[in-house]
């Protein structure tokens, strides 16, 4: 069965560092999206990505971030410098159409440690 | 805006035992709910989800949930739980018109069942 692939699974960094996760979509998936989990909170919703654009973000997502699809397979999520309260688990997510029927299917996270 | 509410972060429970895991939402939106669960070091799986029709859904690993409009809320229930069962579970909703629609989660909720 295809998964959305995630990589490195744990990144650990100093504070001011850039951090670039990486994700792998299902690759007839068309809408992918960045999720994040501060420990102990919710999953929060990041920004979401559509034919080379962003298509919604939320408050969190600053200028300090930024997302990609540098190829035809890989989508990723960069921090620019990154900060103490950015540790966190980042979760990649895909989906087939826009569909609100249709299921995002979520990769198994990377922990990003800001030291 | 929608919101998710996961009345218990904790739910210990013996083996064959049946539990209950109470979701309740609030949104100005119409929504579809949907639940996740986590299982250690993997991806968010879908259970289940409630799109329209019949308010008692059925979902993988036996698990089923049911939608109430009047009290907005979507308990997620399993007659007979097992020990492989142990995760986390998460409710989330999405709107249903929109464009990226993407989710909103509650904070999870840790089934523990214990043997």
């Known amino acids: 069965e295809p998964e959305v692939t995630q990589t490195p699974s744990h990144q650990v960094t100093q504070m001011g560092q850039e951090v670039i996760l990486r994700c792998v979509p299902i690759?007839?998936?068309?809408?992918f999206y960045w999720y994040r989990q501060i420990l102990g909170q919710k999953v929060e919703f990041l920004v979401s990505?559509?034919?080379?654009?962003?298509?919604?973000k939320s408050e969190i997502f600053d200028d300090q971030f930024s997302v990609e699809r540098p190829d035809g397979s890989n989508f990723t999520l960069k921090i620019r410098s990154t900060k103490l309260e950015d540790s966190a688990m980042y979760f990649c997510a895909s989906k087939r159409t826009s569909g609100g029927t249709d299921t995002q299917y979520f990769g198994p996270g990377t922990r990003l440690t800001v030291l | 805006a929608q919101s998710v509410t996961q009345l218990d972060s904790q739910v210990p429970v013996f083996e064959e035992a049946p539990v209950e895991l109470r979701c309740n939402y609030s949104?100005?939106?119409?929504?579809?709910l949907f639940w996740y669960v986590q299982y250690p070091n993997q991806g968010l799986q879908l259970l289940l989800k409630y799109l329209s029709g019949s308010t008692l859904v059925k979902g993988i690993n036996g698990f089923e949930a049911e939608f109430n409009k009047s009290q907005t809320s979507f308990h997620l229930r399993k007659p007979s739980v097992h020990i492989s069962d142990t995760a986390e579970y998460f409710c989330a909703v999405s709107a249903i018109s929109g464009s990226a629609r993407q989710l909103t989660f509650g904070s999870g909720t840790q089934l523990t069942v214990l043997p």
């Open positions: 949104s100005s939106v119409s929504v579809y």
């Open positions: 990505f559509y034919n080379n654009e962003i298509s919604e």
């Open positions: 690759s007839n998936h068309l809408y």
